[in-house]
């Protein structure tokens, strides 16, 4: 079975910055197409960035354009998502999975918490 495993978050101040990282247990990892999402509490996950299968195109949700960026290496099966300008809305469970139908078993996520 894949696994989908998060990692990154923590605790941070507004303003400031976390990268997050998604490893994929798959050889098929470097034709999938994948996504960022993220839960924030009482809401629905929504998809946040996403990158083409070898990272030449990327798509990012308008409240995080200019602040976030979605990368891959296809050699260590890893998609990682930087976050700078963090602003207390990102406050959120962090997800990986592919794009634009979420195919595999939702991992754990990694809480990112933006708080003074």
């Known amino acids: 079975q894949v696994q989908l495993v998060e990692s990154g978050g923590g605790l941070v101040q507004p303003g400031g910055s976390l990268r997050l990282s998604c490893t994929v247990s798959?050889?098929?990892?470097?034709?999938?197409?994948m996504g960022w999402y993220r839960q924030a509490p009482g809401k629905e996950r929504e998809l946040v960035a996403s990158?083409?299968?070898?990272?030449?195109?990327?798509d990012y949700v308008d409240s995080v354009k200019g602040r976030f960026t979605i990368s891959r290496n296809n050699a260590v099966n890893t998609v990682y998502l930087q976050m700078n300008s963090l602003k207390h809305e990102d406050t959120a469970v962090y997800f990986c999975?592919?794009?634009?139908?979420?195919?595999?078993?939702w991992g754990q996520g990694t809480l990112v918490t933006v708080s003074s």
């Open positions: 990158i083409n299968n070898d990272g030449g195109s990327t």
């Open positions: 798959t050889t098929y990892f470097r034709f999938n197409a």
């Open positions: 999975n592919t794009h634009p139908h979420a195919f595999y078993a």
